[in-house]
Structure formats: C-alpha cells, structure tokens
C-alpha cells in the first residue's frame, strides 16, 4: 500500500488542475444534490487547483493535457448511496481513483454530501504539489476502489539519425572526403519558450447583493450574518481553508468567500452560477 500511494502522488504532480463537469454523467440537472460544488471545494480543500469545465485558464484551454477531469462513480442502491471520483488524463485514462464512500441519509444532498467526503479520505496520504510537467505518456494506473495498477512498458529510445558525422575515403586510387556536421539553417531558430508567470487573480463577475450591510456574528463553527433589521440573512460555516465558508441561508446554499479584500456569495439559481459582491463587517 505505501508504494501504491507514493505511485498515487507522483501521478497526480503531473498535473495542474482538476477540471470538474458542472452535471455529472446520470444526473439531469448541473450541480445537483451540490455534487459539482462539493467535489470542487473538497479538491481545493486537498491542495489541488480545481476549475469548473467552462471556466478553463487560458493555458489549461490552449493544453487540455495539463489537468485531469473529474468525473463521478455512482453506485448507488435502493437504501444506499455509493459515490466516488475518478480522475482521468486528455486521453481518456484513468489515473486515480478514489476509494468508494458510502451513506445511508435518506436525504440525495446530505448523503451525496456524506459519501464524497468519505471517498475524499483517499487523498489524506496523497502530498500533492505539482511539479511543473504535464506527463502525457501511458500513466500508472492508481486505484483505491481495486488497488489495480497497470505499467505499459516503452520501447527503448533509438536515434533517428545514426550517419557519421565524417565521411572519409583513402586508397590509391582515390581520396575522398565528405563532413557530415549539420550546417547551420537559413530559418530562425525557434526560441525555447520562456517561463510563465504566475496568473493574475481571477476577475470575478458579479452582482452587488440587495442583502445590504451585513453583520458578521460568532456562532459555534462559524458566524452568522444579520442585517440591520436586525435578521439573519446567512450562517456561514468554517472550512479548512482561510476566509471560505459554506453558506445556508433562506432557501440558499452555497459559499462565501474573501479576495482581492472582496466578500463574496456564490450559489446557483436554476442551474446557473450566481455571484454576489457582499458588504461584510466583522
């Protein structure tokens, strides 16, 4: 099992992002039961840069090979819900697959919700960090749910090119002598292409909430958030990660977070994403 995870970790530093489909394959509607929202914020929450399909950087869209897609293992029963996450390369290759998490809840959104995060506990011995390559050859495969692993063998590497680089001849007769080394090309060289800088903060778009200024009070596990009437318009919910929160509200459910010094209230509304700027005092 040890070299199992550590051939688990050198896979996934192979790449990027995680990309996460907005509606899992045998689901009707995008994110539904929150399944797309929670597999997202449970990869961050690993360590791992993770996108939604349609919200790709320009260099995970220029090179779909430097991210894996998530996608969505639903074994689920008549009394039972059976979830969990494979990851797949550009080719259509499993790399990584988590272990299978199970719940009993009654209610799809809390037992989804219960399942993927048991299934998640297959990354607690996975120390993710990208290391700068996007391995597209036939990968290790890595599976938790059967602990299957498959090594396709390459073929020795052999140069294209095994002429000399001197051609010498010398007999009586005849002396002859030919060079072989590459002369140099009328084109311009290609330019070995520079590093990247990191990418600036993503621009958010959004809406400026109607909810108003917003008081932020402690509560166990997080705080709740009362206008000045005063009623409470949001509880928010504290993660693993600083200044993101989930949220519930009155018949709202999503996140909450901070950046660029900004708070910010993401749901989604009739299976589109929806983002509000917030006025938060603490």
Not at 93 to 113: M, R
Not at 138 to 146: G, I, L, N, T
């Amino acid at each position: 099992m040890v070299s199992l995870i550590g051939m688990a970790q050198d896979q996934l530093n192979d790449y990027k992002y995680i990309i996460v489909p907005k509606k899992f394959d045998g689901f009707k509607k995008e994110n539904q039961y929150q399944t797309s929202t929670l597999v997202k914020f449970l990869f961050t929450e690993k360590g791992f840069q993770a996108v939604y399909e349609d919200e790709l950087p320009g260099e995970l869209n220029n090179n779909r090979c430097l991210g894996l897609v998530a996608n969505l293992i639903d074994d689920s029963s008549m009394f039972t819900t059976k979830a969990g996450v494979v990851l797949e390369n550009c080719k259509g290759q499993e790399v990584f697959t988590t272990a299978i998490g199970k719940s009993k809840e009654k209610d799809y959104k809390l037992a989804y919700g219960q399942a993927l995060r048991n299934a998640f506990k297959s990354f607690d011995t996975v120390n993710y960090s990208y290391n700068g390559k996007a391995d597209t050859s036939e990968p290790v495969r890595v599976s938790f749910k059967d602990d299957v692993k498959q090594v396709e063998e390459k073929a020795p590497y052999e140069p294209k090119n095994r002429q000399p680089m001197v051609e010498q001849v010398a007999t009586k007769e005849t002396q002859s002598y030919k060079d072989n080394t590459p002369q140099p090309s009328n084109y311009k060289s290609v330019q070995s292409p520079q590093a990247v800088a990191p990418a600036p903060s993503v621009v958010i778009n959004a809406s400026q909430s109607d909810k108003g200024t917003l008081y932020a009070q402690e509560i166990p596990n997080g705080f709740q958030l009362v206008d000045s009437t005063p009623k409470i318009q949001l509880k928010i919910f504290k993660t693993s990660l600083p200044n993101y929160f989930l949220a519930e509200g009155d018949g709202e459910n999503g996140v909450v977070f901070q950046q660029g010094g900004k708070w910010y209230f993401e749901q989604y509304v009739d299976g589109k994403l929806k983002t509000e700027e917030l006025a938060v005092k603490f």
